[in-house]
T-cell receptor
């Protein structure tokens, strides 16, 4: 079964701290995406990474795709309360794993709480 | 509309009743997806529509679940004879063509279904 494992499951930090969350799989993915979901809302796309070793920056957020394209990380510098939310990674499902080439599979997410 | 619209936002139903959940995707998006999000679980893929192709129903958990998409636009997810384990947030997403894996999904805010 094709799975995306995210860690940690929960993270509570103070404003101004740095943090890293992880998304790991035993499978190779052609691309990975990161979404952030706030309570009562649907997930919102943050970034797509497609090349092994790729690093993308979005303001204080840095995303990295592993060289072997089996893992990804999200690093937040100087976290703010507005960063609070559920961070989800997602990758394309494949026919070989009983899925469809059209849909994304999602990890269970990291629930981040940033306290002022 | 500017985003993906889902209705109702909340639905409470009695066990055994049928429910219909509606999704209005972004105009011009040919791909439409339904996911289910339960407490502590990730997003579970249900069904995927792409243009005029036959939908990928591989994620539907039982034959009580069905979905249709009329005119390549609005979609309805129907759950018959609801059970308590059907309680979850049902999320709809759309993407431009079948490129959700690269361009990402745009999600609606979801329908929170509670079966009592």
């Amino acid at each position: 079964t094709q799975l995306l494992e995210q860690s940690p499951q929960f993270l509570s930090i103070q404003e101004g701290e740095n943090l890293t969350v992880y998304c790991n799989s035993s499978s190779v993915f052609s691309s990975l995406q990161w979404y952030r979901q706030e309570p009562g809302e649907g997930p919102v796309l943050l970034v797509t990474v497609v090349t092994g070793g790729e690093v993308k920056k979005l303001k204080r957020l840095t995303f990295q795709f592993g060289d072997a394209r089996k893992d990804s990380s999200l690093h937040i510098t100087a976290a703010q309360p507005g960063d609070t939310g559920l961070y989800l990674c997602a990758g394309p499902g494949t026919l070989n794993y009983g899925g469809s080439q059209g849909n994304l599979i999602f990890g269970k997410g990291t629930k981040l709480s940033v306290k002022p | 509309g500017a985003g993906v619209s889902q209705s109702p936002s909340n639905k409470v139903t009695e066990k055994g009743k049928d429910v219909e959940l509606r999704c209005d995707p972004i105009s011009g998006h040919t791909a439409l997806y339904w996911y289910r999000q339960s407490l502590g679980q990730g997003l579970e893929f249900l069904i995927y529509f792409q243009g005029n192709s036959a939908p990928d129903k591989s994620g539907l958990p039982s034959d009580r679940f069905s979905a249709e998409r009329t005119g390549g636009s609005v979609s309805t997810l129907t759950i018959q004879r609801t059970q308590q384990e059907d309680s979850a947030v049902y999320l709809c997403a759309s993407s431009l063509g079948g490129t959700g894996q690269m361009d990402g999904y745009t999600f609606g805010s979801g329908t929170r279904l509670t079966v009592v």
